[in-house]
């Protein structure tokens, strides 16, 4: 089943972390490695501005029915080690699970 059980019930606390007391309604989240966006999907239930980062086409792939629900969540795809955004562009970032290489 992988980290989908997991993710889903960690969800709401990493996104009360990310967003240390800021107006969801008003927040800019990016989720970084986003998977099929169970962290993403409870920022985005919260109000938040979401952009959906994964490296694989594949997660988009399950996270794109998120982007009917919501009309505040964006996906891109991207690679966490060069974000395509500029300094300071959101208010609140997660990473869940996602993992990057060790050099």
Do not use: I, N, Y
């Not at 501005?49 to 795809?77: C, I, N, Y």
């Amino acid at each position: 089943a992988g980290f989908g059980p997991l993710t889903s019930q960690a969800a709401p606390t990493l996104v009360d972390a990310a967003l240390g007391g800021l107006d969801a309604t008003r927040a800019t989240f990016l989720d970084v490695a986003t998977g099929p966006g169970f962290v993403a999907d409870e920022a985005a239930s919260r109000g938040c501005e979401v952009v959906a980062l994964d490296f694989s086409s594949e997660m988009l792939a399950l996270a794109e029915p998120l982007t009917r629900k919501h009309a505040k969540l964006t996906l891109k795809q991207g690679d966490a080690q060069a974000l395509p955004f500029a300094d300071e562009s959101f208010d609140a970032v997660t990473v869940a699970f996602g993992r990057l290489p060790e050099w």
